[in-house]
């Protein structure tokens, strides 16, 4: 691939590095202690353009090709995984759903809201008794008449408790994927219910939630996509889902390599700075190397959507290497930091607490292992 940014790629970085300087780092610390990140910054990202991106102009959308996507998550990411997880799930799991599976009557209904931020998408899939193994979820979906009725309880989902529409996996047919559809649920529904979930070790201030439905009734046209296909819905939104979380990985680990040798080099002990001190070179050059690494593997994925080729398996390389990166970054630079990179005050903890998660959702690295293990080898070890 070219490496070589082209002049709009260029120009959504260096957007969404002024906006983050300006909106978000200022203000990320204490969203964090809140545990509530400014719900102003919805409609702010959406006056930018930033939940749009590679959506049509026609629908809102401020267009772009996946690696301006990238470009603009990482951005944010280096500023606070919860703003950038709030753009990733509203238009990354859902808004990118809607264009890809839709009619034209869910896009126009659904697309100008929530690229514009006036509307906030969540994507339910995982549930309380089903994680990892998302395709036997058992929330139901029973047709009565021009309508389906649901009921079942969903788990630890992003944007629960602000969203205005759920993309909602349940089950109308048999056992496993097959049996799965997906539908776009109003979140004003009568039966719906949403309690946020507090005491998160990291993206404290991200509004993540549990829903329960309780005998919810919509019209059969909210159902996204052919019935008994929920689960491809599912697993064509991770797949590229898994490239923004890798994209706010590299913005995690900038982020603590920013952080590190700043510190480095003002921080003096023994008489002079420790950046002089080889043992700490070795911690900044390590989260260094890890940065570079996520980077062009997360612009792979990219560059292979971009260019119409098939990208799961690179798409699940470039989310486990660049998550477990994150963490290995955070840990790095907080140790550059000692007790001070212990306290609040200063960013490495944070980093950390943050980046801790990205091995966890969206297929735990222990999934993504055996996502690769079977492309490698045709064999499924689930
Ligand atoms: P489990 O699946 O129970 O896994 C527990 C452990 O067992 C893990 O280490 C796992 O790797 C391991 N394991 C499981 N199966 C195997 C196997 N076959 N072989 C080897 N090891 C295995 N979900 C949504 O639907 N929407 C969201 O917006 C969303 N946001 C989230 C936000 C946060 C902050 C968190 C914490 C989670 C979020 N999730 C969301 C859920 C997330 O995707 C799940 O937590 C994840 O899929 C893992 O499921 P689980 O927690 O049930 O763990």
Redesign the pocket.
């Known amino acids: 691939m070219n490496l070589e940014l082209s002049e709009e790629q260029v120009a959504a970085k260096a957007l969404a590095r002024d906006f983050t300087e300006r909106e978000v780092i200022p203000n990320a610390a204490a969203w964090d202690r809140a545990e509530s990140v400014d719900r102003a910054i919805v409609k702010k990202l959406g006056a930018v353009g930033f939940l749009g991106l590679t959506i049509g102009e026609q629908y809102g959308g401020s267009g772009g090709d996946h690696l301006a996507y990238c470009l603009v998550t990482e951005e944010l990411g280096r500023g606070d995984s919860s703003v950038r997880?709030i753009v990733s799930?509203s238009l990354g799991?859902v808004a990118k759903s809607i264009a890809h599976w839709g009619s034209e009557e869910q896009k126009r209904a659904w697309l100008p809201r929530l690229t514009s931020g006036e509307a906030v998408g969540?994507?339910?899939?995982?549930?309380?008794?089903?994680?990892?193994?998302?395709a036997n979820l058992a929330t139901r979906a029973v047709r009565d008449g021009d309508s389906y009725v649901l009921t079942g309880s969903?788990?630890?989902?992003?944007?629960?408790t602000w969203a205005d529409v759920v993309l909602l996996?349940a089950r109308t047919g048999g056992p496993g994927h097959r049996g799965v559809s997906a539908f776009l649920v109003p979140t004003d529904l009568p039966g719906l219910t949403r309690r946020e979930?507090h005491g998160?070790l990291?993206?404290r201030g991200?509004a993540?939630a549990e829903l329960v439905l309780d005998g919810v009734r919509i019209p059969a046209g909210a159902m996204l996509g052919p019935e008994g296909r929920g689960f491809s819905v599912?697993m064509s939104a991770l797949a590229k889902g898994r490239m923004s979380v890798a994209a706010g990985c590299v913005g995690i680990a900038q982020a603590c390599l920013d952080a590190a040798v700043g510190y480095a080099g003002e921080r003096e002990q023994f008489g002079a700075p420790i950046a002089g001190r080889q043992l700490v070179q070795e911690l900044l050059a390590d989260i260094a190397v890890d940065v570079d690494a996520a980077r062009m593997l997360t612009w792979r994925v990219a560059d292979l959507i971009d260019r119409g080729l098939p990208f799961a398996t690179e798409s699940s390389v470039a989310k486990l290497f660049a998550s477990e990166a994150a963490v290995r970054c955070a840990n790095n630079a907080l140790q550059v930091f000692g007790g001070y990179g212990y306290i609040d005050e200063y960013p490495a903890g944070k980093l950390l607490r943050d980046a801790r998660?990205m091995t966890?959702?969206?297929?735990?690295?222990?999934?993504h292992?055996?996502l690769i293990g079977r492309a490698l080898t045709g064999v499924s070890?689930?």
Not at 123 to 131: A, D, K
């Open positions: 997880g799930v799991l969540c994507f339910g899939l995982t549930e309380p008794g089903v994680g990892s193994d998302a969903k788990m630890f989902i992003t944007n629960g996996f979930i998160k990291g993206l991200q993540t599912a998660v966890l959702y969206e297929g735990t690295t222990q999934i292992k055996l070890a689930f």
